[in-house]
């Protein structure tokens, strides 16, 4: 197997530059990329809001307990 110059007329002997470029186009064609954050479902942030709301509702119940 031979490595061809490209059209640029710059030979990689090892072919490294042809074949990374042949993964990125690979990746790029195969999976679209989707931001995180615009998913319809809100999982990660339900889970957040409601930690914060029972992290809450413990300390107060601390602070009740130790005044009581």
């Known amino acids: ?7 640029e007329g ?14 990125v186009d690979e990746g790029a064609q195969s999976q679209p990329r989707q931001p995180a954050a615009t998913t319809s479902s809100g999982g990660p942030r ?5 930690g914060v709301i ?3 509702a413990v300390v ?7 005044l009581a």
């Open 1 to 7: 197997m031979a490595n061809n110059p490209g059209p």
């Open 10 to 23: 710059n030979y990689d002997p090892a072919g490294s530059t042809q074949m990374f470029r042949a993964f």
């Open 46 to 50: 339900i889970g957040l809001i409601i």
């Open 54 to 56: 029972v992290a809450v």
């Open 60 to 66: 107060a119940a601390v602070a009740w307990l130790a």
